[in-house]
């Protein structure tokens, strides 16, 4: 075998790794989202309704087959207490980084880097950014806070 068809055949392995982990990782990451007890909106649909509510967003701003995000999905968005706060108080959005309206996204808010969550007004102006923590009793307290300031 010559050193071409050895290099093309090491490619084509390491592209077929590549594009299957993350398929698998994207079914991963839609597995996990499946799992919140919430109504998850696109963003289009998310503003209609908190415009309808006068309900601040959330926009999740991730990626199907990151594990970072999953693991936001998994650790933090599913717990009980955190589920329930956003239940009652937000409109949850998910923004995907490979869709157009991620890529505008990212591109309006100066977004580098995922999984990123911005609060939304429901006339769509950011408030503000949550830090990342996997932390659920953190990030409850985080949510609580941006509820108490909208309050004053």
């Known amino acids: 075998m010559s050193f071409i068809n050895k290099a093309l055949l ?37 503003l209609e309704r908190a415009a309808e509510t006068q309900k601040p967003i959330i926009a999740d701003y991730s990626a199907f087959w990151c594990p970072s995000c999953r693991k936001l999905d998994e650790q933090v968005f599913a717990n009980d207490k955190v589920a329930d706060l956003i239940k009652q108080h937000f409109i949850f959005v998910s923004i995907d980084h490979d869709s157009q309206t991620g890529h505008n996204f990212a591109k309006q808010h ?35 806070r941006v509820l108490l300031a909208q309050s004053e």
Not at 13 to 22: D, K
Not at 123 to 131: A, R, W
């Open 10 to 46: 090491v490619f084509a392995i390491a592209t077929l790794i590549f594009f299957g982990n993350r398929a698998f990782q994207s079914y991963l990451g839609n597995q996990a989202q499946s799992q919140l007890a919430f109504e998850i909106y696109d963003l289009k649909n998310g």
């Open 110 to 144: 100066e977004l580098v880097g995922f999984p990123r969550v911005l609060i939304l007004s429901h006339e769509s102006q950011k408030i503000t950014e949550l830090p990342l923590s996997f932390d659920p009793d953190q990030y409850y307290r985080n949510l609580q």
